[in-house]
């Protein structure tokens, strides 16, 4: 396959996953055609970055989720959306989820070898990188995500509120 191919199967990928965690919540249905784009985009995002460019999972996480917060403040205003409503499930496909898998794998490997002192360094250090790894990833999904309330407050909070007066 090509370099695009894999980008829009992603990001395609993404886009239904976004969906599925989006009905959970019940949003609007207006809401679910943005949920799928920016999921498409932050996640197709993420996989070229970490993918042709060498970039790190938590990196490459703060880039995607930050497209994804930004859209969401752009995108809230075109459905009359929080922002919270789009970029959530948007977000949820990229939680590094083998990677934590593997950490909770680690750490229940390591407690069964307490007799077997080189097996229990091994799967000690695999708990904590993949430990590490994976809170890493979901700490700049977090921030990532919710930089836009803190750079622009007034358009996060004002999407669904009607404009009574001038500034």
Same mark, same amino acid.
């Given at each position: 396959?090509?370099?695009?191919?894999?980008?829009?199967?992603?990001?395609?990928?993404?886009?239904?996953?976004?969906?599925?965690?989006?009905?959970?919540?019940?949003?609007?249905? $207006?809401?679910?055609?943005?949920?799928?784009?920016?999921?498409?985009?932050?996640?197709?995002?993420?996989?070229?970055?970490?993918?042709?460019?060498?970039?790190?999972?938590?990196?490459? +996480?703060?880039?995607?989720?930050?497209?994804?917060?930004?859209? +969401?403040?752009?995108?809230?205003?075109?459905?009359?959306?929080?922002?919270?409503?789009?970029?959530?499930?948007?977000?949820?496909?990229?939680?590094?989820?083998?990677?934590?898998?593997?950490?909770?794998?680690?750490?229940?490997?390591?407690?069964?070898?307490?007799?077997?002192?080189?097996?229990?360094?091994?799967?000690?250090?695999?708990?904590?990188?993949?430990?590490?790894?994976?809170?890493?990833?979901?700490?700049?999904?977090?921030?990532?995500?919710?930089?836009?309330?803190?750079?622009?407050?007034?358009?996060?909070?004002?999407?669904? $509120? $009607?404009?009574?007066?001038?500034?």
């Amino acid at each position: 396959m090509t370099m695009v191919s894999d980008i829009v199967i992603d990001g395609f990928f993404a886009a239904i996953a976004g969906i599925g965690f989006g009905a959970i919540s019940r949003p609007p249905r $207006r809401a679910f055609k943005y949920i799928a784009l920016l999921a498409a985009l932050g996640h197709a995002l993420r996989y070229s970055l970490m993918t042709y460019f060498g970039f790190d999972i938590s990196t490459a +996480s703060l880039c995607a989720s930050s497209l994804i917060g930004f859209g +969401s403040l752009w995108l809230g205003k075109k459905c009359y959306c929080p922002i919270t409503v789009l970029y959530i499930p948007a977000l949820l496909p990229m939680i590094p989820g083998k990677i934590a898998y593997n950490a909770i794998f680690s750490l229940l490997m390591f407690l069964q070898t307490m007799d077997e002192p080189v097996e229990r360094a091994k799967y000690l250090e695999l708990f904590f990188t993949n430990g590490l790894v994976s809170s890493t990833a979901i700490f700049m999904l977090a921030v990532g995500a919710t930089l836009p309330i803190f750079l622009f407050p007034k358009h996060a909070s004002s999407l669904t $509120r $009607r404009k009574l007066y001038k500034d």
